[in-house]
C-alpha cells in the first residue's frame, strides 16, 4: 500500500475534491508540539499515529489564526509531501489545552544542576528540529549536551556551528549537560542559581 493510501487508511477521511489533482487530503486532528513564531513554521502531533505535520504560518494566517502554543489542539486538512506531511488549511484550534511558557516543565529527562560558572564554549552543531546539539571548550575537553528547553529559559532560538557561547553545566549520567545557555554574559537573567 502506498504511503497516500495508508495515511488516508489511518485517518479514515479522504477529501473527494482533490482526487481529480491526484492529491489525497486528509483530516487530522492533534496537538502543537512546538511552533516557533520567528521560524514561520512548527509541528503537529497528530491523534491517529501518522508522523508530525508540519504546519506553517501562513496556512494559520489565511484561515485566520494566529501562532498557536505548545499543546494547543488543532483540525486540519493535510497532505503527504515529498519530506513528510503538511497541512493544507486549518480548520479550528483549541487553546484550552495550550500549555503556557511559564507552566512549560523541562522535558530533559535528566535534570542536572550546574557544577560550573559560565564557560565559553563554541557550538559543534545544534538541529532546532530535533531540539539539541553539542557545544564544546575545546579540544580534548568533551562535549556539551544543550537541549533546546534549556534555550528557551533565556530566550535562545537559534545556535549556529562554530558560534561562540556561554554556557554552565552540570554531569548527567551520559556526559555534560547544560543548565543554561547565554549568547554573551550581558544577556540572559540577572540571578545565577
Known amino acids: 500500500m502506498a504511503a497516500k493510501e495508508e495515511g488516508a487508511a489511518i485517518a479514515g477521511h479522504v477529501t473527494q475534491g482533490a482526487a481529480e489533482a491526484g492529491v489525497n487530503i486528509i483530516r487530522v486532528d492533534g496537538l502543537v508540539k512546538w511552533f516557533d513564531v520567528g521560524r514561520g513554521y ?3 502531533i497528530p491523534d491517529n499515529g501518522l508522523p508530525d505535520i508540519l ?3 501562513s ?5 485566520g489564526f494566529d501562532a498557536p502554543l505548545e499543546g494547543t489542539r488543532i483540525a486540519c486538512e493535510v497532505v503527504a509531501r515529498q519530506k513528510g506531511y503538511q497541512c493544507l488549511k486549518v480548520l479550528s484550534v ?20 550546574p557544577s560550573t560558572g559560565w564557560v565559553r564554549a563554541k557550538v559543534k552543531w545544534f538541529n532546532r528540529a530535533r531540539g539539541f546539539g553539542f557545544a564544546t571548550e575545546g579540544d580534548g575537553l568533551g562535549d556539551i549536551f544543550v537541549h533546546m528547553e534549556v534555550m528557551r529559559k533565556t530566550a535562545v532560538a537559534e545556535l549556529i556551528p562554530d558560534q561562540w557561547i556561554y554556557v554552565r553545566y552540570g554531569d548527567s549520567p551520559k556526559g555534560k549537560m547544560a543548565t543554561e545557555v547565554r549568547l554573551s554574559l550581558d544577556s540572559g537573567p540577572a540571578h545565577t542559581n
Open 59 to 63: 496556512c494559520l494566517k489565511r484561515d
Open 94 to 113: 483549541d487553546h484550552s489545552t495550550a500549555i503556557h511558557p511559564v507552566e512549560r516543565k523541562a522535558r530533559t529527562h535528566s535534570e542536572v544542576a
Open 42 to 44: 512548527g509541528f503537529i
Open 55 to 57: 504546519l506553517h504560518l
